[in-house]
């Protein structure tokens, strides 16, 4: 198996808790093969300020290495997608990968 190191970027979308593996989905079928999602929990500053109770936001982190070439594409795709425009539903990143080689998996035959 021959690999071929192209530049890739890194698009992290933090977001409500909840529709992580959707989006996943959702870039799976735009033809992202690389992308991950997982669980996080912080307090914001302005949560501090409530009396001297923290509440714990609860999120999700999808996290996809893309071919630099279509990294603008992929960031609004997922801008689009996960309604970053909205009030209060998340931020999104993009940044170089120092390293990267997108796996792909070979296709196999569906199991009896």
């Known amino acids: 198996m021959a690999v071929t190191r192209t530049a890739h970027n890194i698009i992290t979308c933090i ?38 109770v923290s509440h714990y936001a609860e999120r999700e982190v999808v996290q996809a290495l893309v071919d630099a070439a279509r990294a603008d594409e992929v960031f609004e795709f997922l801008y689009a997608a996960a309604g970053i425009g909205q009030p209060h539903a998340g931020m999104l990143l993009m940044e170089k990968a120092v390293h990267g080689v997108a796996l792909v998996l070979p296709d196999l035959p569906d199991e009896p």
């Open 15 to 52: 977001m409500p808790a909840g529709r992580g593996l959707e989006l996943v989905g959702q870039l799976r079928e735009f033809g992202v093969v690389s992308a991950q999602v997982h669980h996080a929990r912080g307090v914001g500053q302005s949560s501090k300020q409530r009396h001297g």
